[in-house]
């Protein structure tokens, strides 16, 4: 039944990588994940399942595109795939200036809010999003356990939402 139930969350996930090539493994990867997540999970450890199963089927994913040699896809500064001619880049396919001010404009309260971050959340988002770094590199790193790296994680991503919820609720 937990299988069933929390099925929509691996379309949820898979819907965070980009330009899915092969969708339907990522898919199946994913399920597999759940699955995983179904039989380890520990209810009195106090995390809620759908965190847990979500941390597991990202890197039953993750792990699939590795394998296939695609693992920058998770990454935010990951470059796409396709390879274009000379005269589609000269095309001007960018955003109308009012997108682009307003781009502008978050990126920068997005900045102030991560600067504002504790150190160590810092550090934890810089280099899972902005170095594209797995988790057990970062623990590794910051000699630090992967659940503890997980905590700081979803810590840093609770507080910048939270300013730049603010940011988007003061504009309407």
Known sequence: RLIEAYQPLVF???????????AMDVLQEGTVGLIESVEVFDYTRGVAFSLFASYRIRGRMYNFLKKEGRADVACLEARG??????????????????EQVELLEVSGRLQ???SRLPTKEQMVL??????????????EEMNVSAS???????????RVAGVTSKVIHQRK
């Open 148 to 158: 503890y790296i997980y905590r700081l994680h979803t810590s840093g991503v609770r």
């Open 12 to 22: 949820k996930v898979a819907g965070s990588f980009r330009s899915l090539e092969d």
């Open 81 to 98: 795939s396709e390879q274009l001619s000379e005269l589609e880049l000269l095309a001007d396919t960018g955003k109308a200036v009012s």
């Open 112 to 114: 102030s809010a991560m």
């Open 126 to 139: 810089n280099r899972m999003y902005l170095k594209c770094q797995e988790a057990a590199k970062v623990a």
